[in-house]
């Protein structure tokens, strides 16, 4: 009895600190932001959008001020999963 109800205890508490810790990163370790620009990128490239998509429209979609914009592409960036295009304001996902 003691065993079940260790066993109960510890998958409560590890579901309780997935669930906190996937408030901000998802599982592969992004935060909300980058997975929305990731995201959205992802979309902008699979309909053919060969000069990538401009961050100011990356901003209007998503309705994110151009600062969180910034961050999340140079985060993503930095890990290899975007790349600008045209000029240092449009990118594409890899």
Not at 74 to 94: M, P, V
Request: glycine share 6%; with cysteine; charged share 25%.
């Amino acid at each position: 009895m003691v065993r079940h109800s260790h066993q109960t205890w510890y998958g409560t508490a590890s579901n309780i600190n997935f669930f906190s810790m996937s408030k901000q990163f998802d599982v592969n370790g992004l935060k909300d932001c980058d997975q929305l620009v990731l995201e959205r990128l992802q979309q902008s490239s699979s309909i053919g959008q060969e000069k990538g998509m401009p961050m100011d429209e990356l901003c209007q979609q998503l309705k994110l001020p151009m600062e969180k914009i910034k961050e999340s592409i140079r985060s993503l960036e930095d890990e290899g999963l975007i790349y600008s295009t045209i000029d240092e304001f449009h990118y594409k996902a890899t």
